[in-house]
Structure formats: structure tokens, C-alpha cells
T-cell receptor, first 112, second 116 residues
Framework: DAGVTQSPTHLIKTRGQQVTLRCSPK?????VSWYQQALGQGPQFIFQ???????QRGNFPDRFSGHQFPNYSSELNVNALLLGDSALYLC???????????FGPGTRLTVT | AQKVTQAQTEISVVEKEDVTLDCVYE???????LFWYKQPPSGELVFLIR??????QNEISGRYSWNFQKSTSSFNFTITASQVVDSAVYFC?????????????FGAGTRLAVHP
């Protein structure tokens, strides 16, 4: 049973560019959440998707957007990248009816 | 507002020592969940335990044990007879469940180094 998978593993972008990160949830999970983890800090909630809709959002600007597909996989898009967007981006999934989130290995984004 | 505080930034112990990681939380909700996650150097967060706000029973799982005290808003984690493989960053997290949403609020983490 595959866990949560994310791609790519690492990414280097330049300020002002746009990036798309991808996540496939654990089998049987229909809810996907995204978190940003800056170096030396705890993960910060970006948003959560359920039934292809964003149903909860953290304190992140509109430059951060997402999408969930009918197969429950999800994308995180970040526009107009800033140096401060450099972080580990974690995807988590859970079945809609329970509250344990299972995390993927993350995508390390470096903005130069 | 919700908040999780892990006052210990780093802890260093020698193998076989017992170690306790502290977690204090703030919430106005009466129904919530508390979690502990482990983050090894690979980066992936590994789920360790979930505890709901109505269950104050302590829990033991092998060398791991958790002490939940609502009176002090604490959810502490103890590793007995620590091993080098326990070296990681440990995060405590809080989730309020109003509206069916379950975003996690994490503490800043405690880095545990277990030396041989």
C-alpha cells in the first residue's frame, strides 16, 4: 500500500517564477492538505482540499493556489516566487472521516 | 487562538537514558485532538499518536509513553531507554474539529540527539 507521494523531490527556481508541486494521497484518502515548513520551524498550514474544493485556508497570500483532481491527487501552485518561499512543502492526506494526517516526503523548494 | 509551545529547542542524551519532550497547548474549543509526529533527517513526518480531548488516559506503546493533562494543557512525550534511532525532530500538534475541518497547528519542534 503506497503512502503519500510527492514530486519533484527538489526544485530550484528564480525569484518571480512560478512553480507547481504535486501530491498523490495514500490509497483510500480523499482529503489533501498542504503545509510549508521553513528551516528550523514547524510546518505551517497552507490549505486543505476535499471533493475538489478548497475548504480551509491558512494565512497565506493568493499567490498560493491549489487544485484537487477527481482521483484525489492535488497540486500546489505558487506564483511570483519570493526568496522567503524557500522551504520544504509537505503534503498530507487523510480519509474524510478521521483526523490522522499522513505526510509525504516533501518537496524542497529553493528560490534564488 | 490556537497555539502549541514546545519550549525545548534541543535535547541531547546518551543512549539508554529516559527523555521527556514537553508540549503545552492553547485552545478555546472543548473538542480537539493532540498529536505527536517524528521527523527524521529524511524529512517525512511520521505519525506517532493521536489523543482526543475527552480521553485523558495515559498511553504506552513500547518505549514510548504519553501523558495528557487537561488541567495544565500539556501533552508530554517520554521515550524510555532512548536509542540512537530515536534521534529526530519531534513535533506536537493541535487540531480543532469544528466544522469537520482538521488543520494541524504545530509547535516549533524539539530536536532530540541520542548519542551512543
Amino acid at each position: 500500500d503506497a503512502g503519500v507521494t510527492q514530486s519533484p523531490t527538489h526544485l530550484i527556481k528564480t525569484r518571480g517564477q512560478q512553480v507547481t508541486l504535486r501530491c498523490s494521497p495514500k490509497s483510500g484518502h480523499d482529503t489533501v492538505s498542504w503545509y510549508q515548513q521553513a528551516l528550523g520551524q514547524g510546518p505551517q498550514f497552507i490549505f486543505q482540499y476535499y471533493e475538489e474544493e478548497e475548504r480551509q485556508r491558512g494565512n497565506f497570500p493568493d499567490r498560493f493556489s491549489g487544485h484537487q483532481f477527481p482521483n484525489y491527487s492535488s497540486e500546489l501552485n505558487v506564483n511570483a516566487l519570493l526568496l522567503g518561499d524557500s522551504a520544504l512543502y509537505l503534503c498530507a492526506s487523510n480519509p474524510g472521516s478521521t483526523y490522522e494526517q499522513y505526510f509525504g516526503p516533501g518537496t524542497r523548494l529553493t528560490v534564488t | 487562538a490556537q497555539k502549541v509551545t514546545q519550549a525545548q529547542t534541543e535535547i541531547s542524551v546518551v543512549e539508554k537514558e529516559d527523555v521527556t519532550l514537553d508540549c503545552v497547548y492553547e485552545t478555546r474549543d472543548t473538542t480537539y485532538y493532540l498529536f505527536w509526529y517524528k521527523q527524521p533527517p529524511s524529512g517525512e513526518l511520521v505519525f506517532l499518536i493521536r489523543r482526543n480531548s475527552f480521553d485523558e488516559q495515559n498511553e504506552i506503546s513500547g518505549r514510548y509513553s504519553w501523558n495528557f493533562q487537561k488541567s495544565t494543557s500539556s501533552f508530554n512525550f517520554t521515550i524510555t531507554a532512548s536509542q540512537v534511532v530515536d534521534s529526530a525532530v519531534y513535533f506536537c500538534a493541535l487540531s480543532e474539529v469544528s466544522g469537520g475541518y482538521n488543520k494541524l497547528i504545530f509547535g516549533a519542534g524539539t530536536r532530540l540527539a541520542v548519542h551512543p
